[in-house]
DNA sequence: GTTATAAACTAATTAGATTAGTTTGTCAAT
DNA sequence: ATTGACAAACTAATCTAATTAGTTTATAAC
């Protein structure tokens, strides 16, 4: 029977990430992996070594997706109009994603220097968009820090439902908080 | 046999609270719950309705300990200072129950309103201590929402591994970003 | 003391990960 | 064109975990 060649690790992923993004990240098994691509669990293991394994390459996928997100909200944009654009493209992602965008949370602990390469992309991003304030290195990072630590604690507490309560914009609220850090940011220069 | 009468719900969250700890919140299972508590998984049944509620019980556990936290980082302070007060001893939650505090994260899903309850109990603090700044409702729950997606922000990617990379100090980080939002504020009643 | 019941138990089913060992296409060299 | 090696699929089996059904037993109320 074994219909051979059918298979390659990124095919894998794609299935997984997609399987992922319906049924959600927690739900996801190789068995209902190897379904979707009509061949059977045990088959996976020739292109990947295990659920983690699974993991990880989902995450990988994730972090490049947004990268890319990003990377396109800030060509042509320049200080903080480019931070406003990735903040934007940031949370969209988020939006469109959420299982996906969860995925990355989970994986800097894997110690690959492959994931941890790819972890570092969305913040190599953040550093060019910095560059025209010549602020020193360490208060570039912090700096980095910060704003990331924004977007992503605003995201996820908003797709976990820790908003619903209140009636007030969420569109605003967003606004308010990167606006916030972009003023914090100018004021510091003309200081 | 059986022993009877020895467990509870509480028991067993707590029971499940100390192994999260202690092995990973993903890697709990009834089955170790109940090793812990010398009975048979099943048994666990009589107390829950299964894995979903073991996991609504740690996470309303993990909420109510931080408030208690934030809390008392608050009591006897006011506007920046309370403010700044709750920001460390949120951070201290996090970094002293890094599985705990995970569990937060994964629960205003479950539609059970005693956990959408706790789960507004952090904020109400903030509420109340944003009172003196005597913003609108709608500026309160926007500054609110930020600074708290800010907290939560930090602590996880600081958590997930995200800070490691570079060597700048996460804690002048940390404190700089807080100050960034606390500043922002009170320059707008300044003004 | 009897009895009802809650709380424990055992047994069995299901889903999933993983390993071992087998089979079968495909490709490359003859 | 044939064949032999290997990669990639397979089947079978094991293990862990969740969950359900049905049974037993201690205790509290009478």
Redo the contacts between chains.
Sequence with gaps: MGAKRGLDAQTIMNAAAELAEQKGLENISLLQVADKLGVKSPSLYNHLNGVQELSIGIAKLAVSRLENAIRCAAVGRSKGEALMGIATAYRKYAKENPELYKAI?????YKDDNV?EA??AV?RILYQVMEPYHYS??ET???V??F???????V??EE???????S?D?N???D??VD??I??LTDRRES
Excluded at 105 to 109: C, E, Q, T, V, Y
């Design positions: 949370l989970r994986f800097p602990d941890q972890g570092h913040v290195e360490k990072i912090h700096f820090r910060g990331r630590a924004a977007l992503h604690g605003f996820s507490l976990a439902g820790f908003f619903r309560g209140t007030a969420v605003e609220s967003y308010q908080l916030r850090l003023s914090s």
